[in-house]
Antibody, heavy 120, light 107 residues
C-alpha cells in the first residue's frame, strides 16, 4: 500500500523559499507511470493544485504560481520536492503531496499534509 | 481556469437521511469529475471519479451522477462517520480545480 509523507520546516520567513519533500513508501516513484504532485489548502479554505512532476521529470505548474514554483524528483531516495520562492503570509497553508495517473486527473493517494506558516 | 461551484456550502442532516450535494462547472468537463471528503484535520480522500465510478474500497452508500456541467453527489444513508467537508474537482483541463466545499454535519 503506497504511503506518502511530507516533511520540511513548519515556519518560513517572508521573502524566503519554502522547501518541502514528499517520501513515498510501499511503491517506487520511478517504476510506475504516475504523476507526483502538490496541493495546498490555506487555513479554513479550499484546495489548490500547485503542480506535478512525471516520474521521468517533466513538470507542470498552475499558472498563478508558475513563476515561483519548482518541483523536482529524486528517484534514488524515492522522493519528490517542492520549492516555492518569495513567500508571503498568503502562502501559509497545509501542503499535501499527491499521486495521480494522468494529467490532469483525480488524486488517488494523499499524504497527511504539513502546515507551513509564513511569518517573521 | 474552469470554475467549480458547489451547493450548498453547508448542511445538517440526521443519521439515515439521504444527502445531496451539487457541483456546477463553468464549461463542459466531459464527466472528468471527482468527489472527495475531508474529515477534520485529515487529508482528502477520493470517493468517486469519472463522475460516477466508486473508488475501490469506498462505501456504496456514496454515489455520483451527472454530465456536462452539472453533477450530483449523494450519500444514501448518512452515518456519523460521514461528518466531513466534501469537495468536487474537475480534471478535464489544466489546471485541475476544486469546488469550494460542502460541510456536512449530523443533527
Amino acid at each position: 500500500q503506497l504511503q506518502l509523507q511530507e516533511s520540511g520546516p513548519g515556519l518560513v520567513k517572508p521573502s524566503e523559499t519554502l522547501s518541502l519533500t514528499c517520501t513515498a513508501s510501499g511503491g517506487s516513484i520511478d517504476r510506475s507511470s504516475y504523476y507526483w504532485g502538490w496541493v495546498r489548502q490555506a487555513p479554513g479554505k479550499g484546495l489548490e493544485w500547485i503542480g506535478s512532476i512525471y516520474y521521468s521529470g517533466n513538470t507542470h505548474y498552475t499558472p498563478s504560481l508558475k513563476s515561483r514554483v519548482t518541483i523536482s524528483v529524486d528517484t534514488s531516495r524515492n522522493q519528490f520536492s517542492l520549492d516555492l520562492s518569495s513567500v508571503t503570509a498568503a502562502d501559509t497553508a497545509v501542503f499535501f503531496c499527491v499521486r495521480h495517473l494522468n494529467l490532469p486527473d483525480s488524486f488517488d493517494y494523499w499524504g497527511r499534509g504539513i502546515l507551513v506558516t509564513v511569518s517573521p | 481556469d474552469i470554475q467549480m461551484t458547489q451547493s450548498p456550502s453547508s448542511l445538517s442532516a440526521s443519521v439515515g437521511d439521504r444527502v445531496t450535494i451539487t457541483c456546477r462547472a463553468t464549461q463542459d468537463i466531459n464527466n472528468y469529475l471527482a468527489w472527495y471528503h475531508q474529515r477534520p484535520g485529515k487529508a482528502p480522500k477520493l470517493l468517486i471519479y469519472d463522475a460516477s465510478t466508486l473508488q475501490r474500497g469506498v462505501s456504496s452508500r456514496f454515489s455520483g451522477s451527472g454530465s456536462g456541467t452539472d453533477f450530483t453527489f449523494t450519500i444514501s444513508g448518512l452515518q456519523p462517520e460521514d461528518i466531513a467537508t466534501y469537495y468536487c474537482q474537475q480534471y478535464d483541463a489544466l489546471p485541475p480545480t476544486f469546488g469550494g466545499g460542502t460541510k456536512v454535519e449530523v443533527k
